[in-house]
T-cell receptor, first 112, second 112 residues
């Protein structure tokens, strides 16, 4: 059974600082997703990582994937308050069709 | 403009009642999903349909019955509602090949 673990689960940081969220998973997968969820809202797709060594960047967020280590990271650069949200990684373990297994989520709070 | 829509957004009901949640997508996707997000924000897949055919059926009580009348619609009917069914239910859709899932706004179900 595929297991996905994120850490930390809660992260409080100051504006302007850098930090990394980690996502470990237990079995081989060919794709990993990062989603953002604001309180009471839906999940917004941030990144799709499809291969070993993949790196994607959007604004202050950068995601990477190491399939050999079964590890993805979401790096936050010079955090701003607007980044406050819950971030989920999700690993696709599907063979025919998509089957996402989500991590527990990292609740990020960026303080002024 | 709405890509994946769900109705209703909120549903408050008594234990033992039967209720339905509807989902529609206008993205031209062929695969649709139901997820449950519990009070700790943990997301778990419940069902998936591809071209109206059930392809994922996780360990879910048989009080939950999905129905897909066509590729653009996936409904979830719940019989004999229990307190533990209280959660946010998200619908999602994707192309079977591309597999990136887009989520609806969620339906917050409260069972009293």
């Amino acid at each position: 059974e595929l297991k996905v673990e994120q850490n930390p689960l809660f992260l409080s940081m100051q504006e302007g600082k850098n930090y990394t969220i980690y996502c470990n998973y237990s079995t081989t997968s060919d794709r990993l997703y990062w989603y953002r969820q604001d309180p009471g809202k839906s999940l917004e797709s941030l990144f799709v990582l499809l291969s070993n060594g993949a790196v994607k960047q959007e604004g202050r967020l950068m995601a990477s994937l190491d399939t050999k280590a079964r590890l993805s990271t979401l790096h936050i650069t010079a955090a701003v308050h607007d980044l406050s949200a819950t971030y989920f990684c999700a690993v696709d373990g599907g063979t025919s069709g998509s089957r996402l297994t989500f991590g527990e989520g990292t609740q990020l709070t960026v303080n002024p | 403009d709405t890509a994946v829509s769900q109705t209703p957004k909120y549903l408050v009901t008594q234990m033992g009642n039967d209720k339905s949640i509807k989902c529609e997508q206008n993205l031209g996707h062929d695969t649709m999903y139901w997820y449950k997000q519990d009070s700790k924000k943990f997301l778990k897949i419940m069902f998936s349909y591809n071209n109206k055919e059930l392809i994922i059926n996780e360990t879910v009580p048989n009080r939950f019955s999905p129905k897909s009348p066509d590729k653009a619609h996936l409904n979830l009917h719940i019989n004999s509602l229990e307190l533990g069914d209280s959660a946010v239910y998200f619908c999602a859709s994707s192309h079977a090949q591309a597999r990136r899932q887009f989520f609806g706004p969620g339906t917050r179900l409260t069972v009293l």
